[in-house]
C-alpha cells in the first residue's frame, strides 16, 4: 500500500481491522473508507450528503460512492426527486454480505498470488 506521500508502506498484520482488510481488497483510500463508514443501510443518502458528513466537495464525495458501487460494497438507488428529477441513493451492504465478498476477493486473490510465485524462477 501506498503511504500519504507514494511511498510503499506496510501494514502491521498483528493490529489489522476489517476495514483494514477490505481497504486492501479493493484498494480503497482513506476517503472511501470515510464515506463507507458513513453510509447507512436502510435509508440511503445522497452525494450531495457525504459531502457534508465527510466536510469534501461532492465531486470528492461522488467520485468515492461510484468506486465503492463498482467494487461492490454499496449500491445506488435511483429515486424521482421533486425539483430535479432523479436522485441517487447509497446505501452500503449489510456486514454478513461485506464479510463473504470481501472473504471470496481474498480466496481469489491468495491463489492467484501462489500461482504467480511459482514462476519465481524468472527473477534470474
Not at 498484520?13 to 463508514?37: G, R
Not at 471470496?104 to 519465481?120: F, G, H, P, W
Amino acid at each position: 500500500m501506498l503511504d500519504k506521500f507514494g511511498k510503499l508502506s506496510r501494514m502491521d498484520p498483528d493490529s489489522l481491522s476489517c476495514l483494514d482488510v477490505v481497504k486492501c481488497i479493493y484498494n480503497l483510500t482513506d476517503t472511501d473508507i470515510l464515506i463507507f463508514e458513513n453510509l447507512p443501510m436502510d435509508e440511503g443518502i445522497t452525494a450531495q450528503d457525504v459531502s457534508k458528513l465527510i466536510s469534501k466537495d461532492r465531486s470528492t464525495a461522488h467520485r468515492g460512492l461510484e468506486k465503492l458501487v463498482a467494487c461492490g460494497v454499496c449500491y445506488k438507488e435511483r429515486r424521482a426527486g421533486t425539483p430535479r428529477g432523479y436522485s441517487n441513493y447509497y446505501h452500503r451492504i449489510p456486514a454478513r454480505e461485506l464479510y463473504k465478498k470481501t472473504e471470496a476477493s481474498l480466496d481469489k486473490c491468495y491463489v492467484q498470488v501462489k500461482e504467480a510465485l511459482k514462476n519465481i524462477d524468472e527473477l534470474g
